[in-house]
């Protein structure tokens, strides 16, 4: 059990903060920022692998349907062409892969002049493929082929950008060079006899691609909004574990996430139970380290559940015992009430596992309900959240009490108080305590 000093026991929850750790909003940009260079860089392996399949596709394609292809072609179209064109783009995609990567390493990003460079460069493929196949095919073909289309996938990767902006600029530059590239290889006139060579023609197709680009930008805009949530959801949750220990169930946390939690330092009533396994030592003695750990984690796991389930938390682990607070750091008006149930249901539990013929520890569980000290105190390099005061104290006092009176569950007389008529019928002590002048008054639950 605790040694206790100056008359107050402290029960802490340790959560550690590093002197030159971040703000709270600069750690967040900075986790933000990770994920779009990570986000960032999918869309470049996403991209450096499509094209290299689209190349070796279309390398397969002319390999065997060559003589067709020649039907159509104004001069033979040799594999090189195809590899000139198309894998300098690749090997652009692997060195933007390795740059961001670098980024990524260092836990920075790159400039956003660079990352509007990139997307002009990228969507700029579909524009070459289209002069250079100019040179041996038809200009219908050309506009009629796959490679008028390929705007739309650099447009569709940009969401993954996670802006508006950059989705959006990626669809102008696409409009802009398909129209240029239009300009360049046809005759346009808005009175020519055929729509194929009407600036309207081509010009529908041009805003559609600064259409979709406006699409992409907003679904990045969803996108980043649902990873900003998920990240704050997260760093809030991570907080509540840090601040409040991992003896926080799940639940506790959720309570946690959707309450205005004060830890500064205040008097609230709260209701302590001390938990002690008995005659501890000696097993120790007699058990390897690894069977004294397997031990004590089967036997706390279903009293924490049971601590959990009453709305308490497990505020600190003893070696063969723990300590947990019901009241806070949430305000519980039946603090008492929920801290007896979960000591009945431990020993119900207990009885039930001894009945079945399974080897289980003796125990003592004392009750108080009093007014304490609670808060976040520390420095930058070491916060804790702390329960202090003569309630704490006198809690490890009553656990204690249960060695003399063979019990296995006291409760002090703010308990019963509390419980009322529900109490029901309990033995009624007056036990000397130490460290206290007058003999105090328990009650005996079990």
């Not at 040799?78 to 652009?92: E, N």
């Not at 600029?169 to 239009?182: I, L, P, S």
């Not at 460290?435 to 105090?440: L, Q, T, V």
Request: proline share 5%; charged share 15%; hydrophobic share 50%.
């Amino acid at each position: 059990m605790p040694a206790f000093r100056s008359g107050a026991t402290v029960a802490r929850v340790t959560t550690r903060t590093e002197a030159t750790a971040p703000p709270a909003d600069d750690a967040f940009a900075r986790a933000l920022s990770r994920e779009i260079v990570a986000s960032e860089i999918l869309r470049a392996k996403v991209l450096a692998v499509m094209l290299s399949v689209l190349l070796a596709v279309v390398m397969a394609s002319f390999a065997i349907g060559h003589d067709a292809i020649q039907k159509f072609v104004m001069r033979p179209v040799s594999w090189w062409v195809q590899v000139k064109v198309t894998g300098p783009f690749i090997l652009y995609e692997c060195f933007v892969v390795f740059i961001l990567s670098r980024f990524a390493a260092r836990g920075t990003h790159p400039p956003w002049v660079a990352r509007y460079v990139n997307a002009a460069i990228e969507v700029s493929l579909p524009s070459v493929i289209m002069l250079v196949a100019s040179t041996y095919v038809g200009p219908e073909l050309v506009f009629g082929s796959w490679p008028s289309h390929l705007y739309f996938v650099f447009i569709l990767a940009a969401t993954l950008r996670l802006n508006f902006e950059l989705p959006a600029f990626t669809g102008a530059v696409a409009a802009v060079e398909y129209m240029a590239v239009a300009f360049y290889l046809l005759p346009l006139s808005p009175s020519a006899d055929q729509a194929f060579l009407t600036p309207l023609f081509h010009g529908g197709r041009a805003f559609l691609m600064l259409i979709a680009g406006i699409v992409a930008g907003l679904v990045a805009t969803r996108l980043r909004a649902n990873l900003e949530r998920v990240l704050t959801e997260s760093a809030a949750r991570e907080r509540v574990v840090n601040l409040f220990g991992q003896h926080v169930s799940p639940s506790v946390v959720d309570r946690l996430l959707g309450s205005v939690v004060e830890t500064e330092a205040e008097a609230r009533q709260v209701c302590v139970m001390f938990l002690d396994i008995r005659d501890f030592t000696a097993f120790t003695r007699q058990q390897t380290p690894s069977a004294v750990v397997g031990f004590l984690n089967h036997s706390f796991g279903f009293m924490v559940e049971a601590v959990d389930r009453h709305h308490g938390i497990v505020n600190k682990f003893l070696g063969d015992g723990f300590m947990a607070i019901f009241g806070a750091p949430l305000p519980d008006p039946r603090a008492a009430e929920h801290a007896v149930g979960a000591a009945r249901e431990i020993l119900a539990e207990l009885d039930r596992r001894a009945a079945s013929g399974e080897a289980v520890p003796r125990i003592g569980i004392g009750l108080h309900l009093g007014m304490a000290m609670t808060g976040n105190v520390g420095s930058s390099r070491r916060k804790e959240y702390t329960v202090i005061g003569d309630t704490v104290n006198l809690a490890a006092r009553i656990e204690q009490l249960n060695k003399q009176t063979g019990s296995r569950l006291l409760v002090s007389g703010t308990v019963a108080d509390a419980l009322g008529a529900s109490l029901g019928s309990a033995e009624r002590l007056a036990q000397a305590v130490k460290g206290y002048a007058e003999p105090i008054t328990v009650w005996r639950l079990d």
